[in-house]
Nanobody
Framework: QVQLVDSGGGLVQAGGSLILSCVVSGRTFSTYAMGWFRQAPGKEREFVASISQSGAVTLYADSVQGRFAISRDNAKNTVYLQMNSLRPDDTAVYYC???????????????WGQGTQVTVSS
């Protein structure tokens, strides 16, 4: 059974930074494309960023391009989301996700973390 445990959310002022982490267990981490999604109150869940199995390819939503950075450490079974220059509209529950490919990941991830709340105050 694959498990994703995400953490690192919290309350931060606008302009601040946070780093989210997601630890994966249950299968070889390096076989998964990984990503982050978010869901704000009253809105649908949306794609934020993704990274290929080797880490060579990264994709970002336009709204976070240049502010967020996704990375992974295959030795630690962990994917990270470094979030800089945070804005109030970044407030959401952030979910880690995993799939066998980047294409599938963006459309319909196979596995989800439980979510971690990020709140950005103005």
């Amino acid at each position: 059974q694959v498990q994703l445990v995400d953490s690192g959310g919290g309350l931060v002022q606008a302009g601040g930074s946070l780093i989210l982490s997601c630890v994966v267990s249950g299968r070889t981490f390096s076989t998964y494309a990984m990503g982050w999604f978010r869901q704000a109150p009253g809105k649908e869940r949306e794609f934020v960023a993704s990274i290929s199995q080797s880490g060579a390819v990264t994709l970002y939503a336009d709204s976070v391009q240049g502010r967020f950075a996704i990375s992974r450490d295959n030795a630690k079974n962990t994917v990270y989301l470094q979030m800089n220059s945070l804005r109030p509209d970044d407030t959401a529950v952030y979910y880690c996700a995993a799939s066998d490919s980047l294409i599938v990941l963006k459309r319909r991830p196979n596995y989800w973390g439980q979510g971690t709340q990020v709140t950005v105050s103005s």
